[in-house]
Antibody
């Protein structure tokens, strides 16, 4: 059974750093496309970043240069390192997986989300 | 970036009603479009991919159509469990972008 479990969220001051984790089971994080999507309180969904099975990454312009996506294949965990956090980064962060272009990149499995609050 | 615009932003409907949601892309995305359902406090659930293909396990009352820049999601007979917010997403190019969402409410 595919399962994604996010952790690492919390309250952080503006300018601070946080690392989110997404622990995967039932599949290999190195074998699929892995993405982060966020949702600010009461708002819609916003795509954040993706890492391809080959390791290529893409980021939303709003986080480019501040967020870094990586993975630990030995632990089967996806990470989102978030630096220079801003108030507008406050959101629930979801990790999601897709099988890539073969399934038109639909995000078929999602975690439960982890809340990040950036506030002084 | 490709802008995705959904209409309406919200719709009030009764059980048994047929509901149609429209999603427009700011440029041609062929059929690289997905639809998701989200209930309060929960992660989004995939419904449709490639504009019209039903995700595994999703009931056939959901259907999608369209290509290019205009797409629709139809729920053929609304049931209590279908009251939720629906999002379209283009998967044609980066950055991936979502529509602003359509809230389906009980009339």
């Amino acid at each position: 059974e595919v399962q994604l479990v996010e952790s690492g969220g919390g309250l952080i001051q503006p300018g601070g750093s946080l690392r989110l984790s997404c622990a995967a089971s039932g599949f290999l994080v190195s074998g699929d496309y892995m993405s982060w999507v966020r949702q600010a309180p009461g708002k819609g969904l916003e795509w954040v970043s993706v890492i391809y099975s080959g390791g290529t990454t893409f980021y939303a312009e709003s986080v480019e240069g501040r967020f870094t996506l990586s993975r630990d294949t030995s632990k089967n965990i996806l990470y989102l390192e978030m630096n220079r956090l801003r108030v507008e980064d406050t959101a629930v962060y979801y990790c999601a997986t897709s099988c890539g272009g073969g399934c038109y990149d639909i995000y078929d499995f999602w975690g439960q989300g982890t809340m990040v609050t950036v506030s002084s | 970036d490709i802008q995705m615009t959904q209409s309406p932003s919200s719709v009030s409907a009764s059980v048994g009603d047929r509901v149609t949601i429209t999603c427009r892309a700011s440029q041609d995305i062929s059929n690289w479009l997905a639809w998701y359902q989200q209930k309060p406090g929960k992660a989004p659930k995939p419904l449709i991919y490639a504009a019209s293909r039903l995700q595994s396990g999703v009931p056939s009352k959901f259907s999608g159509s369209g290509s290019g820049t205009e797409f629709t999601l139809t729920i053929s007979s609304l049931q209590p469990e279908d009251f939720a917010t629906y999002y379209c997403q283009q998967t044609h190019s980066f950055p991936r972008t979502f529509g602003q969402g359509t809230r389906v409410e009980i009339k």
